[in-house]
């Protein structure tokens, strides 16, 4: 995890308000929020929901195709999402859901499991850096949408995956980082004020795959941590040159995106791939902690909440992993596939076929359900090999969910 100082020092660069966001504690500046671990710091929040689930605040209806999380930053909720033979930016009014704007990225990724985007856009002060899945990069102002400046992964050197770019770009110092992949180098960094390359991976030249990149101090040391099909290594943010690498079985599509605690890291992956946890030495010497099949998580992620990892193992049900030994500590059927957020002691598991949204205790004593609903309406315009995808995301009190072009809007702050 990153140190206190580098925390509080990204939530300020986040954030446009400084430090009444800061007091809030509660904005979701990117992919899976602040430190990028799906762990909210939102307390105070319903521990139990009434039959049919929270209060709905608002639906809105014209998101369009994709699987696009959101970025919640000064009342303003920012989403990717199609209209019109483009890949948008789609801002609203996180209070009302009512539109604000949006911006043109780029043509529409087409593709088998749904069409349209994959990650979630970063907010970075007054800066939004967004990622189409076909690769388009831009750089568009916060509060009125005009594009600042572009750039493409095939210019970079690289190819649309099988599936499209998926990953969620990293604002963090002077750079915008992304994985265009391929020879010129697996990961770059672009000057987030001119677009300018930086530098690119030269020691990693792998294909992208579709995990996002998690900066972390390790040892004290600032790093860039990121995967492909078969590694997961660590950069230098200054220049790109890689500190340590470590194989990994991947398989097919590696997905989630990497946690990491200290000086350790934890990956997981589907198609049979397992789990894995290295320790980092001072040095940049790998360790392997253990490396098993106790979950093996397709593309939901796992979260890390004390000293345990919560997520599902496909195909086995949901499981409690103990983070530092890597044993099961329970697995449960009850509920079907999906991803998982927490917040304030709970786990928030999205079944991605049904819509059904469980609340459970984040405990290692035992799966503890105490809340479900099912979303209702659900999108018309879903491909058949689609699901529901887009992970729960709780900021101000408000969860936020997605089912293609219908976002969904619920209070759960405790009365």
Not at 80 to 96: K, N
Not at 103 to 114: P, T
């Amino acid at each position: 995890m990153p140190s206190p100082l580098r925390l509080l020092t990204a939530l300020l660069a986040f954030s446009p308000f400084s430090v009444s966001a800061l007091a809030a504690g509660s904005d979701w500046p990117q992919w899976r929020g602040p430190d990028r671990s799906d762990v909210s710091t939102e307390t105070g929040l319903l521990k139990s929901w009434p039959t049919g689930g929270p209060k709905r605040v608002w639906l809105f209806e014209n998101a369009g195709h994709g699987y696009s999380a959101p970025a919640i930053v000064g009342g303003k909720y920012f989403t990717l999402g199609t209209r019109s033979g483009s890949e948008i930016l789609l801002v609203l009014d996180a209070t009302t859901g009512q539109e604000l704007w949006t911006a043109k990225l780029g043509g529409i990724l087409d593709n088998d499991w749904g069409e349209g985007p994959r990650g979630t856009p970063a907010v970075d002060g007054d800066r939004v850096y967004a990622l189409s899945g076909r690769g388009d990069l831009a750089c568009i102002s916060a509060s009125n949408g005009k594009i600042l400046w572009q750039a493409t992964m095939k210019s970079l050197g690289g190819h649309i995956p099988k599936w499209g770019y998926s990953e969620s770009v990293l604002a963090d110092g002077a750079h915008v980082l992304c994985t265009p992949g391929g020879a010129q180098g697996t990961v770059a960094a672009l000057d987030k004020l001119t677009g300018k390359v930086v530098w690119q991976s030269k020691d990693i030249t792998e294909p992208a795959h579709y995990s996002s990149i998690v900066p972390a101090q390790i040892n004290g040391q600032p790093q860039l941590v990121q995967r492909n099909e078969k590694s997961i290594f660590g950069l230098s943010p200054k220049d790109g040159n890689l500190l340590w690498q470590t194989s990994f079985p991947g398989s097919t599509a590696v997905i989630p995106t990497p946690i990491v605690r200290g000086n350790e890291v934890y990956v997981t992956a589907g198609y049979g791939s397992g789990s894995k946890l290295v320790r980092i030495g001072a040095a940049n010497q790998v360790t392997v902690v253990y490396e098993n099949k106790v979950i093996k998580n397709h593309h939901g992620g796992v979260v890390l909440v004390g000293d345990h990892v919560y997520g599902h193992c496909d195909p086995a049900g949901w499981v409690c992993q103990d983070f530092a030994t890597g044993r099961e500590v329970w697995m449960n059927k009850s509920l079907g596939k999906g991803a998982v957020s927490s917040a304030d002691g709970m786990l928030y598991c999205l079944d991605e076929r049904s819509g059904t949204l469980v609340l459970a205790e984040a405990s290692p004593a035992a799966w503890k359900e105490i809340s479900r609903f099912t979303l209702s309406p659900q999108t018309k315009i879903r491909s058949d090999r689609g699901r529901i995808w887009t992970h729960p995301v709780i900021s101000h009190g408000r969860l936020y969910l997605r089912d293609q072009d219908l976002i969904y809007c619920f209070d759960v702050k405790a009365p």
